[in-house]
């Protein structure tokens, strides 16, 4: 899991040259998985995130091929949790909640604190957890 500072890289034309790149491209990339949970809106976030200059630099996000919506599958898979959040599919597949507690706290302030990169952290890895596991259960199928 990686965590990136998006406001930081997009205030230099240097920044956002990086994370189209990197981010961006891996985003776009038909052989990568990056695995979200409801992630239409954090995406529609990214995608209107400010960069340095519009002028000289198109934004890093040229597409989203690579971005699989657990949410998604994991409703296809278990309808009964069809709109249930992260912290229940949490507890459904792993025996324990996500603990939602940071979520709320004020992301816009640097540096973050270690209990804010513990959740971002935290909430993309369960993110990968659960495609795993819905995945070994289509194979058993």
Known sequence: V???DVPALSST???V???EKTVGRLLDCPDSVVAGFACKQDLSRLRSSPI???ENCSHWISGTRAVIDVQNMVG???????KAG?????QHYFGKPLDKAEQCSLW???PLSDHQRSYAALDAWVCVGIYDKLRVIAAKG
Request: aromatic share 4%; proline share 4%; charged share 25%.
């Open 2 to 4: 990686l965590l990136i």
């Open 52 to 54: 340095v200059s519009q």
């Open 86 to 90: 992260l912290s229940r599919v949490c």
């Open 17 to 19: 040259n990086a994370m």
């Open 76 to 82: 296809k898979a278990e309808p009964k949790l069809y």
């Open 13 to 15: 034309e240097e920044g």
């Open 108 to 110: 816009s302030g640097r």
